[in-house]
């Protein structure tokens, strides 16, 4: 099930190590996240991984179900118990029996359904609303929310015995503004799904484009990023998409490129020597060489001209992608391994805050 996680970001593969470990327990957890981070997804990785993965997983949006409707829809109800009630009805956690519920948005949970939540929790029952029957829950709970819980508590507005006991064990998920190396891999899964679906014909995204989609901060998170590959594979089936195409909302972070490119471009031209030539400095390096070959130096070491060379190129990179390591060991024709580890070999060279970026 760990192969569902689309990336290769360090606080990715930090997530799937601990979700492997705390998969084999029945310890609840709360997954805390931005919308469009994937909690859900996180959530049914967890029971898939779990002992509990032949039985029933039961998501509950509690931010969806009106108030007067929730301690229905939660633990069933038995017929007459209120208007409406033509009938007997099993409710969530009775149709999760053996497996996992989810509870989504649990924030929104109303005070008085925090508490019969908490009961279930502890005593391991619950009752259908109009019954004095008391029912076991052999389920796993995992709750979720966007919201600073911690807070509400403070604010009188969530049980504070109650999230102490959702919060057994805390998952956070990353944003993807914190994970740009993953945006062209998330890229290229969503285009071969959607046509896969036959949504439209394959579209290609400009190296401009990529750069913008690493720059943007994306509030929407995955979710956006896979609402825009479906929009533009319905408009540009089978095209180029060009910074032109993309929403307005992208102009900003169009902007901030150039201005970032423009700094790149004034920046040193060489890191240390004379004799070095910058491959910054936007001159023919042939004819530097020539300069240095006929020049009044008694000798030249080539192997350290070599390395400060690579070690210049691969600043350069790194500042023209903004310190991502995959877009730069593209542009570098390298693999990214291949550039982490001479990112560590030529560390006193490189700038630290490029040297220990994950992006």
């Not at 076991?136 to 015995?161: P, S, W």
Request: aromatic share 6%.
């Amino acid at each position: 099930m760990t192969s569902e996680f689309i990336g290769q970001a360090a606080s990715l593969k930090k997530l799937q190590e601990l979700l492997a470990r705390v998969a084999r327990s029945n310890s609840t957890l709360l997954i805390t996240g931005e919308s469009g981070t994937g909690k859900e997804r996180v959530a049914r990785m967890v029971h898939g991984m779990s002992s509990r993965q032949d039985h029933p997983f039961i998501p509950v949006n509690c931010g969806a179900i009106p108030e007067g409707l929730i301690e229905s829809e939660l633990f069933g109800h038995e017929k007459g118990s209120f208007t409406g009630a033509l009938s007997q009805r099993p409710g969530r956690f009775e149709l999760a029996e053996g497996g996992t519920i989810f509870l989504d948005e649990i924030g929104e949970l109303p005070l008085s359904l925090q508490v019969k939540l908490l009961r279930v929790l502890q005593e391991r029952t619950y009752e259908r609303v109009g019954s004095a029957t008391q029912r076991k829950a052999n389920i796993r709970v995992l709750a979720a929310t966007h919201r600073n819980l911690e807070q509400m508590v403070l604010d009188g507005q969530f049980r504070e015995d109650l999230y102490y006991r959702i919060s057994v064990i805390p998952v956070e998920i990353p944003p993807l503004r914190d994970r740009t190396e993953d945006i062209p891999l998330l890229v290229d899964y969503f285009v071969r799904r959607w046509v896969k679906e036959e949504r439209g014909e394959p579209v290609r995204f400009s190296i401009p484009v990529m750069d913008i989609f690493c720059r943007y901060q994306w509030p929407g998170n995955i979710r956006e990023l896979e609402n825009l590959v479906e929009r533009f594979l319905v408009l540009k089936s089978g095209e180029m998409v060009h910074p032109e195409d993309l929403p307005e909302k992208f102009s900003q972070a169009v902007s901030f490129i150039d201005v970032a490119q423009d700094d790149s471009a004034s920046s040193q031209e060489a890191l240390t020597g004379t004799f070095i030539p910058s491959v910054s400095s936007g001159g023919d390096m042939a004819s530097a060489f020539r300069e240095i070959i006929s020049s009044t130096v008694e000798h030249i070491d080539l192997s350290n001209m070599l390395a400060e060379i690579e070690r210049d190129l691969i600043q350069k990179a790194l500042e023209r992608f903004g310190g991502n390591k995959t877009r730069a060991s593209e542009f570098l024709g390298m693999n990214r391994t291949t550039l982490i580890e001479k990112l560590k070999r030529l560390r006193p060279g490189i700038p630290q805050d490029f040297s220990e970026m994950d992006g």
